[in-house]
């Protein structure tokens, strides 16, 4: 594709375009779309036009714009993340009707936590947690098994890049190496609110090959309820149902 004068590619900036929408930022202005995604007024309005006519964007009643149902459709035709969703949805259903609070499932993904599914209940604990967003890796329980059980040379690049990433104080457990280490020698990671200070979050590694997490499985419960051990073999089992599902064997 043609690169503007800056030296980027038309891919740079569609791809820049659908990533300024988000969580924060459901729907845009093309004003707003231009400023978040650094490229020129024109330049929005062109592409804007482009991903609309492929329902990649769409217009909501005030005239912005929002991530629109193509995007959807043809992500769904070919994922990963999807054959994982549809591996781990019955063993999710399961816990989450036992534990009756967000059961999720989660990867890593460019340094951070990707949430790929979560169930709630009606009378769940706040949870920000979102389907497709994206939370930092030390700051929830999912975060620290995926990287506990993570390959060295990612645990070393990860906190190379981060070199204040450290959990709460209260945790008892401010340097990250020693915060790894426990989560990874009793096999799953359990901390009072790193998100949310009245919740507890509990997370178990989907293992594959080698001992390398594939994937998080947790649950957000209220804090200070006791129940990390109870809720713990429901976990394991489910995420042990759920490599089996995909194939994986643990060495």
Do not use: C
């Not at 375009?17 to 779309?33: E, M, Q």
């Not at 991530?67 to 591996?87: F, I, P, T, V």
């Not at 709460?168 to 990671?189: K, M, N, Y």
């Not at 394991?236 to 060495?251: F, K, P, Q």
């Amino acid at each position: 594709m043609a690169n503007s004068k800056s030296g980027d590619s038309s891919l740079d900036r569609l791809v820049r375009i659908l990533s300024a929408f988000g969580a924060d930022a459901p729907s845009l202005t093309i004003g707003a779309l231009a400023v978040r995604a650094n490229v020129p007024l024109a330049t929005a309005y062109r592409l804007a036009d482009q991903l609309l006519s492929h329902d990649f964007l769409r217009k909501d009643a005030s005239g912005s714009l929002r991530l629109g149902l193509g995007l959807w459709e043809l992500a769904n035709r070919s994922s990963a993340a999807l054959d994982l969703r549809e591996a781990a949805m019955p063993f999710m259903e399961d816990i989450q009707a036992v534990v009756g609070q967000h059961t999720q499932l989660a990867v890593l993904r460019d340094d951070e936590v990707l949430v790929i599914e979560r169930l709630s209940g009606r009378d769940s604990v706040v949870n920000q947690a979102r389907v497709a967003g994206r939370l930092p890796v030390h700051r929830t329980s999912a975060g620290m098994v995926l990287l506990a059980f993570a390959p060295v040379h990612v645990q070393e690049a990860y906190l190379r890049g981060h070199p204040n990433a450290f959990l709460p104080s209260e945790t008892g457990l401010a340097d990250s190496r020693q915060a790894l280490a426990l989560v990874r020698g009793q096999g799953f990671a359990a901390f009072n609110g790193l998100v949310d200070e009245e919740t507890t979050g509990i997370a178990v590694p989907v293992l594959g090959r080698g001992r390398i997490a594939v994937a998080a499985l947790g649950v957000v419960v209220a804090r200070d309820e006791g129940k990390v051990h109870s809720i713990l073999p429901v976990l394991l089992t489910g995420a042990r149902g759920i490599a089996r599902a995909m194939g994986e064997h643990v060495d």
